[in-house]
């Protein structure tokens, strides 16, 4: 039982470029959530998907793309990086309904230079 | 709108000494509450949780926090704390008003002497 995997787990990008973050979870969870964090600012809800079939907009969605692939999983894509989105990302998910315990992915550190 | 304070960004003691964190949060309705513990190059991994049941939660390593709805807190204690307990500590609330998205706190860095 793998829990939430993130693949890479380490990307340096220059400007301009794409790039697709992979998120999967083996738990049968119905939501899934990616998260940016960044020093001193916790972490803030980039975008999520409350269950397959379906994602919506957080607090910091703009210059991000997601696709629900499957149940399993759930992927985060910057389509033209920026020195903005250097960050650590995180890929979270929860059972849904009145079981929200948040499960944890290991995170993708990104660099954009 | 929810939203959480965590007061004080690093807070230090010595090994066995109390450990005290605060989080306030703010929430329209009644709150679900959440601290989060980071280790160093890791995710985050649930410390405890209070979803209106006992407003005493008690939580892994040690930990408990207590839910006081007249000063909107959820802050978070250890009686004696351990050099494993250094880590980054996030407190998180949500509701179903929100779709129980999680609004986490700026979060606080334990360190812990020797």
């Known amino acids: 039982n793998a829990g939430v995997t993130q693949t890479p787990k380490f990307q340096v990008l220059k400007t301009g470029q794409s790039m697709t973050l992979q998120c999967a979870q083996d738990m049968n969870h119905n939501s899934m959530y990616w998260y940016r964090q960044d020093p001193g600012m916790g972490l803030r809800l980039i975008y999520y998907?409350?269950?397959?079939?379906?994602?919506d907009k957080g607090e910091v969605p703009n210059g991000y793309n997601v696709s629900r692939l499957n149940k399993r999983e759930f992927s985060l894509r910057l389509e033209s990086a920026a020195p903005s989105q250097t960050s650590v990302y995180f890929c979270a998910s929860t059972k849904g309904g009145l079981n929200y315990e948040q499960y944890f992915g290991p995170g993708t550190r990104l660099t954009v230079t | 709108a929810q939203s959480v304070t965590q007061l004080g960004s690093h807070v230090s003691v010595s090994e066995g000494a109390l450990v005290l964190l605060r989080c306030n949060y703010s929430?329209?309705?009644?709150?679900?509450l959440f601290w989060y513990v980071q280790y160093p190059n890791q995710g985050l991994q649930l410390l405890l949780k209070?979803?209106?049941?006992?407003?005493l939660v008690k939580g892994i390593n040690g930990f408990e926090a207590e839910f006081k709805k007249s000063e909107t807190s959820f802050h978070l204690t250890k009686p004696s704390a351990h050099m494993s307990d250094a880590a980054e500590y996030f407190c998180a609330v949500t509701n179903p008003d929100s779709s129980y998205k999680l609004i986490f706190g700026s979060g606080t860095r334990l360190l812990v002497r020797p």
């Open positions: 209070y979803t209106s049941a006992a407003t």
């Open positions: 998907s409350a269950s397959e079939g379906t994602t």
């Open positions: 929430s329209s309705v009644p709150p679900y």
